[in-house]
């Protein structure tokens, strides 16, 4: 058996596996469409590190000859946004004044509502869930004008506060949705062990869903910041030029009509604005796609 063994077994360096024609396509591909996306990146990047006679030579895509951040500065700090000259600083805050409320109560009333939508119905939840995700479905142009008259009414026209009413109101339905599917794919066994043990609603929400969802959250939070930190609609209609978003004061440095148009600047200042949605996507990229994958979408 020994003897058999060991002829069975091939010995030395194993073959090298040729790449077929098929992965050659494959991966020519996959190489062609990432310097798609990464060649405006370089070329951003690379802008805002030079100084403005360098820009005018014309080499866009070389790297600095002598690299400044002096761009990034003025961007930050510098830059003028209609009447005030204070950068992006003020925006940047604006937007986490807007965005830390907007996904905790977003992300808490959504999740609450695909717990109950799945595992405590009520009559006629079904329709309640179809309506509320037919309003996912409603273009933003058409609630704009409603929405404005609704603020008004209550005295939060032109604040932080109504934005925050807004984004959560528009970010519950298809986070319903998220929640719902990911829900619905626990065990149902634990829920009714639970209900046998005594748990109430309350208590199998928070002893047994939000420990076993953490996925889903990320994929929610995800979702949530990236969709309210760029958003520019909202941010322009609702509230009032010092309360303005990150987003509505880069589109005022970028199509700023009065001195020298600055590129170094604008690609600093476009660069500065979406650090933080990057930011979140590198961190818990990993567990976006394990949400996804564990029944964000199933159903």
Known sequence: MADLTATAIPSGPRPRRRL?????MIYGT???VSLYYILPLWVMVM???KGMPEIRMGSIFSPPVEITFQPWVKAWAEACTGL?????SRGFWNSVRILIPSVILSIAVASVNGYALINWKFKGSEVFFTILIFGSFIPYQVMLYPIVILLREIGLYGSLSGLVIVHTIFGMPILTLLFRNYFSSIPEELF???RVDGAGFWGIYFRIMLPMSLPIFVVAVILQVTGIWNDFLFGVVYT????YPMTVQLNNIVNSVQGVKEYNVNMAATLLTGLVPLTIYFISGKLFVRGIAAGAVKG
């Open 20 to 24: 077929s024609g098929r992965n050659i």
């Open 30 to 32: 996959l190489l062609i």
């Open 47 to 49: 802008t805002s590190l």
């Open 84 to 88: 005030n000259c204070d950068g992006l």
């Open 192 to 194: 009714k062990a639970a």
């Open 240 to 243: 009032k030029p010092e309360l």
